[in-house]
């Protein structure tokens, strides 16, 4: 699935100079192919997912299509605020694009188990929510979510 994400999102960066991909470290193995192909357009914001947030909700706000992308833990709940605060109540074209690791890291299982992440996005003002669940799918949820102009959050 994450494979699929990235060839979609570099299908919309040979289009597109501003789109922005903004990771919080995460994703080694899969984002080298974007970073090597378009390193103007590649932000590793580190362990810094609130910073990371406010940095994509300036870059949307400078008519920049920002991307942040890292583990749902960290992407929706440790950014909460930011999310709420910076993006959704501004109405801003972010997309958040969550993922779990559930099976491939052992030591993150018992943080993948949220049962409140819909609820969570419920009260999240603005955001359109996507759960594709094949590679078929992420096509074309990444080309309906780039042609909205409001946030959104994409689960692989």
Do not use: W
């Amino acid at each position: 699935m994450r494979k699929a994400f990235f060839n979609s999102l570099i299908k919309l960066a040979e289009k597109n100079k501003n789109v922005i991909f903004l990771t919080d470290d995460l994703g080694f193995g899969f984002f080298e192919e974007y970073k090597e192909k378009f390193p103007e357009q590649f932000i590793n914001c580190g362990i810094t997912e609130q910073s990371m947030t406010g940095i994509a909700a300036g870059l949307a706000l400078g008519g920049k299509k920002p991307y942040i992308y890292g583990t749902i833990p960290f992407v929706l709940m440790r950014n909460y605020e930011q999310l709420r605060d910076d993006i959704c109540y501004n109405n801003l074209d972010v997309k958040v694009v969550g993922y779990s690791m559930s099976g491939f890291i052992g030591f993150t299982h018992n943080l993948e188990g949220l049962e409140n992440e819909e609820d969570l996005l419920k009260n999240l003002p603005n955001i359109k929510r996507y759960y594709p669940k094949t590679p078929e799918e992420i096509e074309r949820v990444m080309t309906k979510s780039y042609k909205s102009l409001k946030p959104s959050f994409i689960r692989l």
